[in-house]
């Protein structure tokens, strides 16, 4: 079974940082295009960052020049380094992944439980 499992969600105070992380586990499995979603609390999902097999990236108007996506995939892990953080930041903050299966060669779109950002003094 493949699992995305995030970390390094916590509490900051405005204009920190912080660096979230999602590796994906389990066997028999590749990893393609992957990057992060949050949503607030009462406010709708917010694509924030995406990056592609090929190291592409996207990100939100939002986040841009404060946040940076990056990929390690012998580590099968993508990154979330965040910097200059504002309280409108605070989110669960989740990680995506298209994993193929070597069985079958299916392509589904995998997601993480969520880790919480707190940006707050």
């Known amino acids: 079974q493949v699992h995305l499992v995030e970390s390094g969600g916590g509490l900051v105070q405005p204009g920190g940082s912080l660096t979230l992380s999602c590796a994906a586990s389990?066997?028999?499995?590749?990893?393609?295009?992957m990057g992060w979603y949050r949503q607030a609390p009462g406010k709708e999902r917010e694509l924030v960052a995406t990056?592609?097999?090929?190291?592409?990236?996207t990100y939100a108007d939002s986040v841009k020049g404060r946040f940076t996506i990056s990929r390690d995939n012998a580590k099968l892990t993508v990154h979330l380094q965040m910097n200059s953080l504002k309280p409108e930041d605070t989110a669960v903050y989740y990680c995506?992944?298209?994993?193929?299966?070597?069985?079958?060669?299916?392509?589904?779109?995998?997601w993480g439980k969520g880790t919480l950002v707190t940006v707050s003094s």
């Open positions: 389990g066997s028999d499995f590749s990893v393609g295009n």
């Open positions: 990056i592609t097999s090929g190291a592409s990236t």
């Open positions: 995506y992944s298209y994993i193929t299966r070597h069985y079958g060669g299916y392509t589904m779109n995998y």
